[in-house]
């Protein structure tokens, strides 16, 4: 499995909690970075309890980055795993040495071309390849073989690699059509932005850094794995998952056999974390970056998964999307207009109106939704809830007011 990650600098999303992420559907709450949860005694927990525990740390600490988190988690529990890492930040001018090891000299001595891999990629069963599209030709042709067959060829014999899932950053989007093959071979693609809600900021810069304490042996893992294998698929999902590779199709966005068959995988991930036993057409709303191209893809990926998987999801989206355009609105017109036009207060007062109508269609479907959705919802009030008291701030900042009560 391959996770890709796109940010505004290098390792953006995995070196650092403070990265970024255009996803802004799951807000954790500031108070959550604070209290990062304590783990539970090793001894009384399942190999479920236990990723689950990590989840959740995981969650706290890195702010907005809920999908990235259980997007990580999953594709390791669609395959196998292992506990060797591997870590480079590729430029320009690396090397095939640098990320498969260097050329033995008792080889060349016996007329052979053999690599010592030790410590090296061919050996990792979990790597992280920073600014992964600076790659030479050279490193590009072995790293398709490695996590396409999980095969290195070394001197020429194909060696099987133990690599489970590999996770690429990069500052710009792959350009050409080699680079265009290399980024399909990664399952799942995070577009990565800045933190996007104030309360989450201010708690960021201010805050420790994280401490994760939950851990996982690779027993744990292998039996994890064991049990998301025997999670069944409904026909449902796959009646749900037909529906939306044709409606995908008519607009456009085509994804591969073999990614829509990983992403079946992906699913049944999805629904072990949730604690079911059977995946079904909700779990496929968590298949939104296994499926996109292009960024600019993903909100019609995101609004057809929703129609076909959980109708309640994509009326939620709606919502989000509409509160996110009003305290566009509000922002722009801080920015034209001076602190004492009469404009302010108007928007003021519309943007109130409009995430106090928000709230309130959320608050009627979160009484509408199963058990799986609600934590959904609730984190879209959270984030209404959030955004109204950002733009109350602004705007009655900038004329010289007392803040505006939040709904």
């Known amino acids: 499995m391959g996770i ?39 001894t009384i927990l399942t190999p479920r309890e236990k990723i689950q525990d990590l989840r959740e740390q995981l969650s706290a600490a890195f702010f907005e980055r809920r999908d990235v988190v259980d997007g990580s988690i999953a594709a390791a529990l669609a395959g196998a795993f292992g506990g060797t890492y591997f870590e480079w930040l590729l430029t320009k001018f690396s090397t095939p ?30 790597a992280l390849i920073d600014e992964v599209f600076k790659a030479s030709s050279a490193i590009l042709n072995n790293l398709l073989a490695v996590m396409n067959e999980r095969v290195f060829h070394n ?32 399952l799942l693609r995070f577009n990565v932005g800045y933190l996007l809600q104030a309360q989450n900021f201010r708690a960021a810069v201010v805050a420790p850094e994280p401490r994760i304490t939950a851990h996982l042996t690779l027993d744990d893992l292998r039996a994890a794995q064991a049990e998301v294998a025997r999670v069944e698929v409904s026909d449902d999902l796959v009646e749900a998952l037909v529906k939306a590779r044709d409606d995908l199709r008519i607009e456009g966005i085509v994804a591969s056999d073999r990614r829509w068959k990983r992403a079946v995988a992906l699913a049944k991930a999805s629904a072990w974390l949730a604690g079911e036993d059977r995946a079904t057409p909700h779990d496929l709303t968590f298949l939104v970056d296994c499926l996109w191209r292009e960024p600019k893809e993903r909100p019609k990926i995101t609004q057809i998964l929703g129609k076909v998987a959980d109708p309640a999801a994509a009326k939620v989206q709606e919502i989000l999307e509409a509160a996110r355009e009003s305290m566009q609105k509000a922002q722009a017109i801080k920015k034209e207009k001076a602190p004492d036009d009469d404009a302010y207060t108007a928007q003021a007062h519309k943007s109130a109106k409009e995430f106090a109508q928000q709230k309130t269609k959320l608050e009627e479907l979160r009484s509408q939704v199963g058990a799986r959705s609600r934590g959904m919802v609730a984190d879209a ?5 959030a955004m109204h008291a950002e733009v109350a701030r602004s705007i009655t900042e900038g004329l010289g007011v007392g803040t505006m009560r939040s709904v």
């Not at 505004?8 to 990062?36: L, Q, S, T």
């Not at 260097?102 to 090296?120: C, F, M, N, Q, V």
């Open 155 to 186: 001197d020429g014999a194909p060696t099987p690699c133990p690599l489970i899932t590999a996770f690429g950053a990069s500052n710009e989007l792959p350009e050409g059509r080699d680079l265009e093959a290399f980024c399909d071979r990664f």
């Open 97 to 126: 040495e640098e990320v498969f090891g260097p050329i033995s000299l008792r080889a060349l001595e016996e007329d052979r071309h053999a690599r010592l891999t030790t410590g090296k990629l061919p050996e990792a069963h979990f």
């Open 381 to 385: 009030i959270r984030e209404v809830q």
């Open 4 to 42: 890709m990650g796109w940010g505004d600098r290098p390792g953006a999303d995995f070196d650092n909690p403070y990265g970024e992420d255009d996803d802004k559907d799951n807000v954790p709450r500031p108070e959550a970075r604070e209290e990062v949860p304590q783990k539970v005694p090793e």
